[in-house]
């Protein structure tokens, strides 16, 4: 059985920064990845969470969702989808709890949602076993021991979002090794939460997001196809999008057919009409002045200069404090 594993697809990203296009861009990705499903797959799509970027969809945006899984549904595609921490708006609760009323009652009789909630999904001879992320971070079950411990049937495939220990993002940091990774048991691990595509056990991967939603990320994104034949090797594909570049504030090229962010100031210049952020330049500290500097707010510092996302730099500094103080 051949599926398409994606996670990420964070509909309503750049909604404040791209308010005339983000959706046309979300749109086109679900579009790419439909063209996935139906000419790489045995018409399986394999969600694994953060469906929606903020706790506060529009009804653009879930209208996009319905009329994409409607589809999907009317041509016999078996979608099957779990709720990511983007998700999540309290404790057992999220924002794709309309959807998974709608599947439960037999609307969309080809879509199974596991929402906050542990559910397996049959499809042919395989058991999804879905693990959505409940609301506390350091939730038990998002370890891969743990549910290791619970798969019986070697023909299960888990779909979970959860980051995991020494996984790497975009930005390039690398969460702490740990002890060592557990993926045991399942003939795969369909997982989502980081945005960049690897694999972190024999036969667990994360696909990352099909598309850059900040610039932050690296271009080149995708989802990949799994076969259960050949389980420790799913193929990424490149999913096609107009790229996120950054360019410096006096460059004299400016790409086009891309969403510019610019680097420095941009005071009197003309700029092309794909520019849609500014990011300015952090003084760089001299050596004298950066010892009285305390590390954490240097750490801070340099997180903004790789245009790590805001939310993503207190994660980050969050772990490191606790690794200080530890
Ligand atoms: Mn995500």
Redesign the pocket.
Known sequence: MKFIHTA?W?IGALRVKMPEDYLSRSESMIKNIQVMVENKSDGILVIAG?IFHTKFVTEHERLLLLEYLSTFDTLGITTIICN?N?DLIYPKFSTLRWLSVLCDKGKLKNVKVADCKIRKFKVNEFTFFMVPPRFKKDDPRMNASKISKQIKDPNTIVVSHFATQGVKTDNGYNLPKGSRRKFHNALYWAL??I?LSQKVGKTAWYCG?PVQHNWGEKPGKGVLVVDTNRPSRPKFVEIPSKHLITVKGDSKDWPENCHIRVEGDMANKNLPDNVVDFQPVIEQQSNDDTKDVPFINRLQSHLNTLGVDRKDQKRYLKTIKSILQS
């Open positions: 990420d964070h953060d990511g983007h989502g939460d945005h997001s």
